[in-house]
């Protein structure tokens, strides 16, 4: 399969005071180049749901490797010039992004080695071996310094999970393909990008937030080609380092003791990066979090009514829908961010606590 080369320079942005904001030109870019490589995964309606409002699933688990992040990964290697290939890919993960690299890599024909935490589930391990990369694990509070620090000792090329300009612009091509299926009598209005408080008839789209990639990319895109849209993030309340960081004007850190209770392992990244943050400050209109039985109830209701496999972290934004999370009463689409559970976790997942049916919405 042919990979499109990316021009070296990056994508192009917008000055706004000392932040640079990429502009839909660079999401344009973004998706010309993945065109050949990833999927376009499926606007999916959920019908069945007695909430009122519509309800749109926005597939990405369905994507190569089961997540989003591939998009980020291919457009970010596919931008090394062909005569730095012959470096080592060096990356750090919990998991989908780690999947995600080995899969460029080996499209590209690069080797890599990803370092992953012990945490990381051995099914997820398991898969980016399988991709072709070397996993390296490292206690949960030292394995993205461990990258680093292997990344400056052979040379190696590092893929940043989500703090870097042309993995924002691969997963904002998620806003460019909600936008164009998303049916015209459900855009919502064209008015802004609306307040707090939310309105009848605006369209919002709902995105986990780990280090905040996904959730900047998104918006920033959606904002450009749907601007009556609001775009709402979403996090376990056990790894809530963005919303406090929202709060408090500032970006916020939790300790991996702290991140890692929530069984939502893609999300707990401990802070949300710089570049990531400023596309959230300037374009996101609120972050909500959502409990642990949320996010299993979610994932229940995914795979009974929706038919579709989620991890908890790719459940999150189905979750805080579920639970009535989101502000007014408009359309929404909620991004279900990745697939990546071994069937015997999904299984434990799906498997009533106290009595029920867990695929019904509570």
């Given at each position: 399969m042919p990979v499109p080369h990316s021009p070296g320079d990056g994508p192009r942005t917008a000055r706004a005071g000392a932040t640079r904001l990429l502009t839909l030109e660079a999401f344009q870019a973004a998706r010309r180049a993945l065109s050949s490589t990833v999927l376009r995964t499926p606007l999916v309606p959920l019908p069945c749901l007695d909430t009122g409002r519509p309800l749109w699933l926005k597939a990405e688990n369905l994507q190569v490797t089961g997540s989003f992040k591939v998009r980020g990964a291919v457009h970010r290697l596919a931008a090394v010039p062909a005569e730095e290939r012959t470096r080592r890919v060096v990356a750090h993960s919990s998991g989908n992004h780690a999947q995600a690299v080995a899969y460029a890599a080996r499209l590209l024909g690069v080797e890599a080695t990803v370092l992953m935490p012990?945490?990381?589930?051995?099914?997820?391990?398991?898969?980016?071996?399988?991709?072709?990369?070397?996993?390296?694990?490292?206690?949960?509070?030292?394995?993205?310094?461990?990258?680093?620090?292997?990344?400056?000792?052979?040379?190696?090329?590092?893929?940043?999970?989500?703090?870097?300009?042309?993995?924002?612009?691969?997963?904002?091509?998620?806003?460019?393909?909600?936008a164009e299926d998303i049916p015209?009598?459900?855009?919502?209005?064209?008015?802004?990008?609306?307040?707090?408080?939310?309105?009848?008839?605006?369209?919002?789209?709902?995105?986990?937030?780990?280090?905040?990639?996904?959730?900047g990319g998104i918006a920033a895109a959606a904002k450009s080609v749907l601007p009556g849209c609001r775009v709402v993030g979403v996090e376990p309340e056990l790894a809530a380092d963005?919303?406090?960081?929202?709060?408090?004007?500032?970006?916020?850190?939790?300790?991996?003791?702290?991140?890692?209770?929530?069984?939502?392992?893609?999300?707990?990244?401990?802070?949300?990066?710089?570049?990531?943050?400023?596309h959230i400050q300037r374009y996101v209109d609120g972050i909500v979090t959502v409990t642990e039985d949320e996010i299993r109830a979610a994932v229940g209701v995914l795979a009974g009514r929706a038919h579709l496999v989620a991890e908890p972290s790719g459940a999150v934004a189905t979750a805080a829908f579920l639970a009535g999370r989101v502000p007014g009463d408009g359309p929404c689409v909620a991004v279900v961010s990745g697939g990546n559970v071994h069937p015997a976790d999904l299984a434990a997942l799906l498997t009533p606590r106290t009595g029920g049916d867990v695929t019904r919405p509570a």
């Open positions: 012990e945490t990381a589930t051995a099914f997820k391990i398991g898969a980016t071996r399988a991709l072709g990369a070397e996993v390296i694990t490292a206690p949960a509070e030292v394995y993205r310094e461990r990258a680093l620090e292997l990344a400056a000792e052979c040379g190696g090329i590092v893929i940043p999970p989500f703090d870097d300009p042309l993995v924002m612009a691969g997963q904002g091509t998620v806003a460019l393909e909600i015209a009598g459900f855009r919502g209005s064209s008015s802004g990008s609306g307040g707090s408080g939310g309105s009848a008839g605006e369209l919002t789209i709902l995105a986990p937030i780990g280090g905040g990639g996904l959730l963005a919303a406090e960081s929202r709060r408090a004007g500032r970006r916020v850190a939790w300790p991996a003791a702290r991140t890692g209770r929530t069984i939502a392992d893609g999300l707990r990244t401990p802070m949300v990066g710089e570049l990531t943050w400023q």
